[in-house]
């Protein structure tokens, strides 16, 4: 009768070791499967050559909800991070603007340069997911290599539509949807401000690019072309040819164009400390222009609109600058 007492016992503990293995395999198997949960991402970009054509990518790439061990190359796509509160472990920090300033610390990881990544520091990382744009683009297969990488460049001929894309995405990976809608909504109001104001403006205006004592001009579609496509402000010339290094003009065409607002970005003063091209571009024939002696002649800082373009702190800094136009 003893010995009937104590099986029926041990066989009782055995049932509740049972059942409380089961709970601790079913919390485990639900704990991993959340960190395993992944979305899939196609890239589709292309890859310019030396010759003038260009290879196009499309590639799926699987990337972990939440990733943890974030790894930016775009300064554009760090600020939308940055805005939206996701933690990122490295990037390269001979690029990043003073807005982002604090991305400069040892708490974040350097991992190169823009066009030379550090293959080394970021494959010792492990990182979870990579983010990269044109300036990286030929080195996509050699940096998917070390991780899940996602193309998040922007399409300046559908300026808007990419930079939501990009933000949307953004929101996706790191569960911050809700908070992505907000901040959109914040920059649309914006623009929809300054597209009717530019848009019954009765001037035109020139986006030009100076480099080493020669000019770039930039129109619709363009690198910069937001400011017409977007803000709402006239082209001086509808016909400038669509590039990301813009057209090469000459001084005699300002003049001739004639526009009556010049937004110049300075590229001097972003690659080379204490260099400026404003003399060069300030010179006898630009000072003929209505917009030089009407004083619309406006610097705009080429951190934001060189470096870091298409993220939703620059947005909405490039959109403060040119109101200044207005």
């Known amino acids: ?43 589709d970009f292309g890859i310019s050559k030396d010759d003038g054509t260009s290879d196009n990518v499309k590639d799926e790439v699987k990337v972990k909800k939440n990733a943890e061990k974030v790894v930016v190359f775009d300064m554009g796509f760090l600020d939308t991070l940055d805005t939206l509160g996701v933690k990122v472990a490295a990037l390269p920090q001979d690029s990043v603007p003073s807005y982002l300033e604090k991305y400069k610390s040892d708490d974040y990881k350097n991992v190169g340069s823009l066009k030379e990544p550090d293959f080394e520091a970021i ?3 492990k990182p979870d997911v990579i983010f990269i744009s044109g300036r990286q683009a030929s080195l996509y297969e050699q940096l998917k290599e070390i991780a899940p990488t996602v193309y998040v460049g922007l399409d300046t001929s559908k300026y808007m539509e990419s930079f939501k894309a990009n933000t949307e995405l953004a929101g996706k990976i790191f569960d911050k949807e809700d908070q992505v809608k907000e901040e959109l909504a914040k920059v649309d109001d914006k623009i929809a401000t300054i597209n009717e104001k530019a848009s019954a403006l009765d001037k035109n205006a020139l986006i030009i690019l100076g480099s080493e004592g020669k000019i770039s001009a930039y129109g619709p579609a363009s690198r910069f072309g937001v400011i017409h496509d977007v803000f ?15 057209q090469n003009v000459s001084f005699e065409y300002v003049l001739e ?26 010179n006898a024939l630009v000072k003929k222009t209505n917009a030089y002696k009407d004083g619309k002649m406006f610097y705009l800082n080429p951190e934001v609109w ?5 993220g939703l702190q620059s947005v909405s800094l490039m959109i403060d600058e040119v109101e200044k136009a207005l």
Not at 232 to 246: L, R, Y
Not at 261 to 269: C, G, L, T
Not at 306 to 310: I, K, P
Request: hydrophobic share 40%; net charge negative.
């Open 1 to 43: 009768m003893k010995n009937w007492k104590l099986l029926t016992l041990v066989f009782a503990m055995l049932l509740v070791l049972a059942a409380c293995g089961s709970k601790d395999d079913k919390k485990e198997e639900s704990t991993s499967g959340s960190k395993a949960e992944e979305i899939t991402i196609t890239n």
């Open 232 to 246: 709402g402000f006239k082209p001086a010339d509808e016909g400038i040819e669509v590039s990301t290094h813009g």
């Open 257 to 282: 164009k004639n526009p009556d607002i010049i937004f110049v970005v300075d590229r001097d003063a972003v690659v080379t400390e204490g260099a400026s091209a404003k003399d060069a571009i300030e």
């Open 306 to 310: 060189y470096l870091s373009g298409g």
């Open 123 to 125: 494959a010792a990382l």
